[in-house]
């Protein structure tokens, strides 16, 4: 077993524990605590808290110190799938093989739990104990940047207002390194600055970018051609842009491969044999 498969193992199951127990303690109404927790303790994949406490381990830092920065991440990323299976959104009626969120406690609820859980995942920044004032203003300043108008929603933008657009490959590229890459990026640079290791943040947000569209052409691949067991959610609209869609299965599987490759090769520069072995697992991930 490797590294990081040993590491996930351990620190799964510990780290919904945890989110729960949180959740669980805090004064919300019931019926949106149900919700938080329906779409946050889930099958996914948790890949973005587990590369953070990954990336501290690594810099040889106790990183359960660090679980609730985890859950921040974590909560950013969950509010966005709930806003994104909405009907106005992508309309998706499953997520992680269970209905999504709206179907289950309505459309009213699944937008204020999106909305309850933003500003907690600043909360729970501020109110790390751990992380100095400075790298804590860091923190929340990245977090606000590539999850907002900069970022993320940013690349919903582009996204679902697409048809206004003259789609291009660099127009696919820009929308997919805002849209996913820019979540998948942020754990390698909070663990920088958690862990004091600035020096390390150009080229982890290199390695992030790539490893971004890699990890967003495997999606696309396995969104078309994924079983609905292991994906746990249906196709996705064919009418929609995608890498697959643009480029076809051929061109996809070498793109795939090219910027994984040099998301490896940024992480010899970085001399970080977990970034190599994490690119190859992505490459070759079945859900």
């Given at each position: 077993?490797?590294?990081?498969?040993?590491?996930?193992?351990?620190?799964?199951?510990?780290?919904?524990?945890?989110?729960?127990?949180?959740?669980?303690?805090?004064?919300?109404?019931?019926?949106?605590?149900?919700?938080?927790?329906?779409?946050?303790?889930?099958?996914?994949?948790?890949?973005?808290?587990?590369?953070?406490?990954?990336?501290?381990?690594?810099?040889?830092?106790?990183?359960?110190?660090?679980?609730?920065?985890?859950?921040?991440?974590?909560?950013?990323?969950?509010?966005?799938?709930?806003?994104?299976?909405l009907p106005a959104m992508d309309n998706d009626n499953y997520r992680w093989g269970k209905l999504t969120n709206h179907k289950k406690f309505g459309e009213d609820v699944a937008i204020l739990s999106g909305d309850a859980m933003q500003p907690l995942a600043y909360e729970l920044i501020v109110n790390n104990d751990y992380v100095m004032c400075s790298n804590k203003l860091q923190l929340v300043d990245l977090l606000a940047r590539y999850s907002g108008s900069e970022g993320m929603v940013a690349g919903q933008i582009y996204d679902?207002?697409?048809?206004?657009?003259?789609?291009?490959?660099?127009?696919?590229?820009?929308?997919?390194?805002?849209?996913?890459?820019?979540?998948?990026?942020?754990?390698?640079?909070?663990?920088?600055?958690?862990?004091?290791?600035?020096?390390?943040?150009?080229?982890?947000?290199?390695?992030?970018?790539?490893?971004?569209?890699?990890?967003?052409?495997?999606?696309?691949?396995?969104?078309?051609?994924?079983?609905?067991?292991?994906?746990?959610?249906?196709?996705?609209?064919?009418?929609?842009?995608?890498?697959?869609?643009?480029?076809?299965?051929?061109?996809?599987?070498?793109?795939?491969?090219?910027?994984?490759?040099?998301?490896?090769?940024?992480?010899?520069?970085?001399?970080?044999?977990?970034?190599?072995?994490?690119?190859?697992?992505?490459?070759?991930?079945?859900?």
């Open positions: 077993m490797s590294y990081i498969d040993k590491f996930i193992e351990e620190n799964k199951e510990q780290f919904n524990y945890y989110a729960k127990s949180k959740i669980n303690k805090m004064n919300i109404p019931t019926e949106l605590k149900e919700s938080i927790l329906y779409s946050l303790i889930s099958n996914g994949k948790k890949i973005r808290p587990l590369i953070f406490l990954m990336m501290l381990d690594y810099y040889k830092i106790e990183y359960k110190k660090y679980y609730d920065i985890a859950l921040s991440l974590e909560l950013i990323h969950v509010y966005s799938l709930i806003h994104d299976d679902i207002k697409e048809s206004n657009y003259k789609i291009s490959s660099d127009y696919l590229k820009n929308m997919h390194k805002l849209k996913t890459g820019r979540l998948i990026t942020l754990p390698f640079l909070f663990s920088a600055i958690v862990s004091d290791n600035l020096c390390d943040l150009k080229l982890l947000k290199r390695f992030g970018e790539e490893l971004g569209i890699a990890y967003q052409i495997k999606d696309d691949i396995l969104d078309y051609y994924g079983e609905f067991k292991k994906i746990g959610k249906l196709p996705s609209d064919e009418k929609k842009i995608t890498y697959l869609s643009f480029y076809g299965i051929e061109n996809c599987q070498k793109m795939l491969i090219e910027h994984t490759n040099e998301a490896k090769r940024i992480s010899k520069k970085l001399n970080n044999n977990f970034l190599y072995q994490l690119s190859e697992i992505l490459l070759k991930r079945n859900s």
